[in-house]
């Protein structure tokens, strides 16, 4: 089964300073991931994904995210963090099952909290 | 309407009542999903439309829960005679083609059902 580790529950860091959201995964064949960020009493928003090609990728709001495949891990990162980048983060895995079509694989959230 | 629009937005209802929930996706997306979010957890999939139909519903939790997309559109999400363990934060998402694993979800603020 398709499984999603998010090993932070929370991640301090400093305005200015890079930050790193760590995401592992299992899954059989070769893994969809995406990240996405919530913020109070919203939605998910997305921010990127992998699907294949460059190990690093790039998406909204400066963040970026570099998957390897030798430690199955898909970490997001931004060099320079925001007091407004503060909210849940959740990594998502796609299941390779041809039925799966997009249905997402969420892990338990990680929430960054960026101080002034 | 420029994203997804979820209704209501907070519900209260009493163990044993019935609740309808509703998602108007963006207009044109094809792939629609229903998804639940306990507290302090990542969503959790509970069901996926292609227009009218409903290729997905492993996630429903029991027969409680039904789901429909009548004209490939707006959707509802039933429970029947709630639960105290049915409330969450119920999260609707649309997408596009159908079919492509690319698509990100597009996805509404929610509807948090709280049972009494």
């Known amino acids: 089964a398709q499984s999603v580790a998010q090993p932070e529950d929370q991640v301090n860091v400093a305005e200015g300073n890079p930050l790193t959201v760590k995401c592992t995964y299992s899954?059989?064949?070769?893994?969809?991931l995406f990240w996405y960020v919530q913020y109070p009493n919203r939605g998910l928003q997305f921010l990127l994904k992998?699907?294949?090609?460059?190990?690093l990728v790039k998406g909204s709001y400066g963040f970026e995210a570099e998957f390897n495949k030798s430690q199955t891990s898909f970490h997001l990162k931004k060099p320079s963090a925001l007091v407004s980048d503060s909210a849940l983060y959740f990594c998502?895995?796609?299941?390779?099952?041809?039925?799966?079509?997009?249905?997402?694989?969420f892990g338990t959230g990680t929430r960054l909290l960026v101080s002034p | 309407g420029a994203g997804v629009s979820q209704s209501p937005r907070y519900k209260v209802a009493k163990r044993g009542q019935d609740v309808a929930l509703r998602c108007d996706p963006i207009?044109?997306?094809?792939?629609l999903f229903w998804y639940q979010q306990a507290l302090g957890q990542g969503p959790e999939f509970l069901t996926y439309?292609?227009?009218?139909?409903?290729?997905?519903k492993s996630g429903l939790p029991s027969d409680r829960f039904f789901a429909e997309r009548p004209e490939g559109s707006v959707s509802t999400l039933k429970i029947q005679r709630t639960q105290q363990e049915d409330s969450a934060v119920y999260l609707c998402?649309?997408?596009?083609?159908?079919?492509?694993?690319?698509?990100?979800?597009?996805f509404g603020n929610g509807t948090r059902l709280t049972v009494t």
């Open positions: 998402a649309s997408s596009s083609p159908a079919g492509t694993y690319n698509s990100p979800l597009h």
């Open positions: 899954v059989s064949g070769n893994p969809y």
């Open positions: 992998y699907i294949t090609g460059d190990n």
């Open positions: 998502a895995v796609r299941p390779t099952s041809n039925t799966g079509f997009q249905k997402l694989v």
């Open positions: 207009s044109g997306h094809v792939s």
């Open positions: 439309f292609q227009n009218e139909a409903q290729l997905d």
